[in-house]
T-cell receptor, first 114, second 116 residues
Framework: GENVEQHPSTLSVQEGDSAVIKCTYS??????FPWYKQELGKRPQLIID?????GEKKDQRIAVTLNKTAKHFSLHITETQPEDSAVYFC?????????????FGKGTMLLVSP | GAVVSQHPSWVICKSGTSVKIECRSL??????MFWYRQFPKQSLMLMAT?????????EQGVEKDKFLINHASLTLSTLTVTSAHPEDSSFYIC????????????FGEGSRLTVL
């Protein structure tokens, strides 16, 4: 089955700095890669996703890059703010005509200091 | 986006009792729902895939007789933790797909189970 590795497990940055979280996956058939933000005790919230036919996607301060050859994808957050502090999960799945299950990375706890 | 509601948000029970958690898709029909378990400071681990009108598919290592899943309608899936023990204490989260071929999974609020 799919295996998703995520690094680092914790990341501390100063407000205004950039933060980068990296993930690798094992199943070359995976074609959908979402990123979720989870605040303590709350449900995961989708913040951005990318499909395998795209190499990069950006939404304001958040961007995701995908390298299918190397089977890794990364989340980039620029101009970080204290409210960005949360746990971030990457995931991978195979998206086709039916449902598919997500395999999550272990998560990265991001702490943005004022 | 679509809304998935989960109930109860937290529950405390005695060891040996059973607890039922409901997951509802409020504004869309979900033929498939997923149940996850999350221990403190850990990732979401898929427990089972719930299919409307058929038996759930359980992940390896998850006891199907202990974690009973029923998906009797297109908007409701239930997870029953039978004969709960302290080691079953965890955060249980359901999710549902917005439809065939759509990208996003929508998560419920989660249910925190504490077994005394």
């Amino acid at each position: 089955g799919e295996n998703v590795e995520q690094h680092p497990s914790t990341l501390s940055v100063q407000e205004g700095d950039s933060a980068v979280i990296k993930c690798t996956y094992s199943d070359s058939a995976s074609n959908y890669f979402p990123w979720y933000k989870q605040e303590l005790g709350k449900r995961p919230q989708l913040i951005i996703d990318i499909r395998s036919n795209v190499g990069e996607k950006k939404d304001q301060r958040i961007a995701v890059t995908l390298n299918k050859t190397a089977k890794h994808f990364s989340l980039h957050i620029t101009e970080t703010q204290p409210e960005d502090s949360a746990v971030y999960f990457c995931a991978a799945s195979i998206r086709g005509s039916g449902y598919s299950t997500l395999t999550f990375g272990k998560g990265t706890m991001l702490l943005v200091s004022p | 986006g679509a809304v998935v509601s989960q109930h109860p948000s937290w529950v405390i029970c005695k060891s040996g009792t059973s607890v039922k958690i409901e997951c509802r898709s409020l504004d869309f029909q979900a033929t498939t729902m997923f149940w996850y378990r999350q221990f403190p400071k850990q990732s979401l681990m898929l427990m089972a895939t719930s299919n409307e009108g058929s038996k759930a598919t359980y992940e390896q290592g998850v006891e199907k007789d202990k974690f009973l899943i029923n998906h009797a309608s297109l908007t409701l899936s239930t997870l029953t933790v039978t004969s709960a023990h302290p080691e079953d204490s965890s955060f249980y989260i359901c999710s549902a797909s917005g439809g065939v071929g759509t990208g996003e999974l929508f998560f419920g609020e989660g249910s925190r189970l504490t077994v005394l």
